[in-house]
Each structure stands twice: as C-alpha cells, then as structure tokens.
C-alpha cells in the first residue's frame, strides 16, 4: 500500500505509523522524555550561551533564548517544544505524524502564554526548501535513529541553520550496552518504553554523526553521555556516551 510518506526519502513509514499509534502518550503520564528535558532543555540552553548566539542581557533572565529561533524536528507531541519556548525562543515544531501534530497543537492552547509556537505536519526536506538559515539552532531529540537516510536527514536539518547556529542531538550509540539497556530492559523487561519503539541496527556511533555532520559544514562542539535511573526517574550526565549522548554541531561560517 503506498503513503503520503513514499515520496519523501528520510520518512520511515513504518516508524511514523508506530508513533501515530501510541499519540495519545506524549501527554497522557509523564515519560521518560518528559524527564529527559532536565537535561535536554539545559543543554540548548547553555550550548547557545556558550556559542555567543543569546545576548547579555538576557543571559540570566527568565527568557534568555528571546529573539532567537529554534526548529524542532520530530518534535511528536509537543514535549521539548514547550518548554524550549518558555525560554522565550520562537520555536517551530515539524514532525510527520500527523496525530502527534494534532496532539501537539492541542497541548499548547493550554497554556495561553506560548503564543511563540507554531507547528507543522511536513518532512525536513520540504521545510528546508522553505526556509534556508533561517534558524539559530535545529533539535533533532530521539529522532535520527527512526529515520531512512540519516545522512540526508541531517543535510536539510544544517540547510535550515544559520552559520554560526547549533544543531542539538540526541541518541544511542551503537553498542551492546544501548541493545541490552536501551532495548531489551527498557522496552521488553521494565517496559517505560513502548515494545517496539527501537530498532538496534538504527543506533549510531557519535562518531559516525560527526562525520555526517562535517561533510555539511558543520564541526563537532561536544559530546556527553547520559543516563536515566529508572528507580528515581531522573536523567542524568554520565562520563560514558556507550548507551545514551548528546551532541552539539556548529555550523561553519563560510
């Protein structure tokens, strides 16, 4: 049967009917990315505090992304997106589930404050085409190993980014840690994770990301390991990237 998805090279089918069927979590419990934002949020933060992108004056407010844009992509139901935007960022949210998009949009007239949102059911290749260096910074959280040709999933996402601006990832790494914790614990013995929602042949190493991400002009900021107690249900920084890490790419000026 063909999809409104076969024309478009990055979309996984498969993967994005997986997420339209279990929509209705991204806000129904808290989850394991509703507490991944402790370390998620900060990280965008800081990383574009660091890079010199956010202004003095707003460094310690409340609002110290004001002014700046952020893409989303795959931002399913709306987690990050939120409060990436209490920070006082415009975020866009795209992602190709379009029950998530719904999810997502409903969520956010919640709260009347987050007027700086806006979301769309569309790939990245067809936002890039739209909107070259347009944004201060891309997040790609959880989305790069549920996607066909990661390499052209993260050459539209750096099409898309300004030069100097950051790209944000979020992972696992491709190791028998991430197979036996990441999969085998989390989705089929603890289950906090929907059984089926990882494929360990879609993980990647971060140094193969840094090498997709240099042929785009982009170098390497950091790399970090983290790691979720699921006892406590905290996310935490780790000092091994073997089963979980972020990673920060910048873009080159030209």
Same mark, same amino acid.
């Given at each position: %049967?063909? +999809? +409104? ?17 279990i929509? /209705? ?23 574009? $505090? /660091? ?5 003095? *004056?707003?460094?310690? +407010? ?7 844009? @952020?893409?989303?992509?795959g931002?399913?139901?709306? &987690? !990050?997106?939120?409060? !990436?935007?209490?920070?006082g960022c415009?975020?866009?949210? @795209? ?7 719904? $999810? ?8 009347? +404050? ?29 989305? @790069? ?6 390499? !052209? ?5 750096? *099409? ?6 950051? &790209? ?5 790494n ?8 990441? &999969?085998? #614990?989390?989705?089929y @013995?603890?289950?906090? &994770?929907?059984?089926g ?6 993980? #990647? ?6 090498? %997709? ?26 000092w091994?990237?073997? $089963? ?11």
């Amino acid at each position: %049967m063909s +999809s +409104s998805h076969d024309t478009v090279p990055t979309a996984d089918s498969k993967e994005v009917a997986f997420f339209n069927s279990i929509s /209705d979590l991204w806000w129904g419990s808290k989850n394991l990315l509703h507490y991944f934002n402790s370390l998620r949020v900060p990280l965008v933060r800081d990383g574009l $505090i /660091d890079t010199g992108l956010v202004k003095k *004056k707003f460094v310690n +407010s409340s609002k110290p992304l004001e002014g700046l844009r @952020i893409l989303d992509v795959g931002c399913g139901g709306g &987690i !990050l997106t939120e409060d !990436l935007a209490a920070l006082g960022c415009a975020v866009v949210g @795209i992602d190709l589930g379009s029950d998530s998009i719904n $999810i997502a949009k409903s969520h956010a007239t919640l709260n009347p +404050s987050l007027t700086n949102i806006s979301y769309f059911c569309e790939s990245v290749e067809d936002h890039a085409k739209h909107n070259p260096e347009k944004y201060d910074a891309i997040v790609a959280s959880e989305v @790069i190993e549920h996607v066909n040709e990661p390499e !052209l999933f993260l050459e539209h996402c750096t *099409k898309c980014l300004k030069p100097g601006g950051s &790209i944000f990832i979020t992972t696992f790494n491709k190791t028998w840690s991430s197979w036996l914790l990441g &999969i085998i #614990f989390a989705e089929y @013995i603890w289950g906090f &994770i929907p059984r089926g929602t990882h494929t360990w042949d879609k993980f #990647f190493d971060p140094k193969d990301i840094e090498v %997709m991400l240099e042929k785009f002009n982009c170098r390497t900021r950091s790399v970090r390991g983290v790691i979720y107690n699921c006892f406590t249900k905290t996310w935490h920084w780790w000092w091994s990237s073997s $089963i979980t890490y972020t990673l920060q790419g910048v873009k080159r000026h030209e």
